[in-house]
T-cell receptor, first 118, second 116 residues
Framework: AQSVTQLDSQVPVFEEAPVELRCNYSSSVSVYLFWYVQYPNQGLQLLLKYLSGSTLVKGINGFEAEFNKSQTSFHLRKPSVHISDTAEYFCAVSVPRGGQGGSEKLVFGKGTKLTVNP | DSGVTQTPKHLITATGQRVTLRCSPRSGDLSVYWYQQSLDQGLQFLIQYYNGEERAKGNILERFSAQQFPDLHSELNLSSLELGDSALYFC???????????????FGPGTRLLVL
């Protein structure tokens, strides 16, 4: 079965500082990887996803993530954060249809709360 | 705004009661997913429907059931409620129900359920 580990439950940073939110996954087959953001009192919104091709994926709001197959990681980065980036960030994995144990569901990590301070 | 609507936004009820949560997917999306978000369990997939048929099942309790209607809206029924069922319940939709192919899921704002 697939699983996702987000190593940091909370990450405080100052405005304009760089940030990296870590995500590691466990799977015996190839997977697709996602980062979602949840702003306070809102639903989840897709930031970016990795399906295939270039391992560096660019998303919305200046975020990017790098897929590292050997490290089974998909860390999210932003070079300079803003107060408005304060939110909870979720890494998720899905198994492509046809792969062993393929399903339509997303498996989410526990989330990382990013707090950007002035 | 994702285009997915959920009602009600908040629900307070007592143990042993039954409630129904409603979800309308984005226009044109055929698949609906239900998730439960709680402090201890995180975000857990419950069940998926595609064009009226159940497609995938996750960690859904037997006390919970769902259906998708011909107009594609979906309802999640929670019965014999317990304190531990207090959580945020999200609905998501996608065009062809192909999260396994990397299809994006669009999430609604959620229904916050409090069981007293």
């Amino acid at each position: 079965a697939q699983s996702v580990t987000q190593l940091d439950s909370q990450v405080p940073v100052f405005e304009e500082a760089p940030v990296e939110l870590r995500c590691n996954y466990s799977s015996s087959v190839s997977v697709y990887l996602f980062w979602y953001v949840q702003y306070p009192n809102q639903g989840l919104q897709l930031l970016l996803k990795y399906l295939s091709g270039s391992t560096l994926v660019k998303g919305i709001n200046g975020f990017e993530a790098e897929f590292n197959k050997s490290q089974t990681s998909f860390h999210l980065r932003k070079p300079s954060v803003h107060i408005s980036d304060t939110a909870e960030y979720f890494c998720a994995v899905s198994v492509p249809r046809g792969g062993q144990g393929g399903s339509e569901k997303l498996v989410f990590g526990k989330g990382t709360k990013l707090t950007v301070n002035p | 705004d994702s285009g997915v609507t959920q009602t009600p936004k908040h629900l307070i009820t007592a143990t042993g009661q039954r409630v129904t949560l409603r979800c309308s997917p984005r226009s044109g999306d055929l698949s609906v997913y239900w998730y439960q978000q709680s402090l201890d369990q995180g975000l857990q997939f419950l069940i998926q429907y595609y064009n009226g048929e159940e497609r995938a099942k996750g960690n859904i309790l037997e006390r919970f059931s769902a259906q998708q209607f011909p107009d594609l809206h979906s309802e999640l029924n929670l019965s014999s409620l317990e304190l531990g069922d207090s959580a945020l319940y999200f609905c998501a939709s996608s065009p062809r129900g192909l999260a396994g192919f990397g299809e994006t899921q669009y999430f609604g704002p959620g229904t916050r359920l409090l069981v007293l």
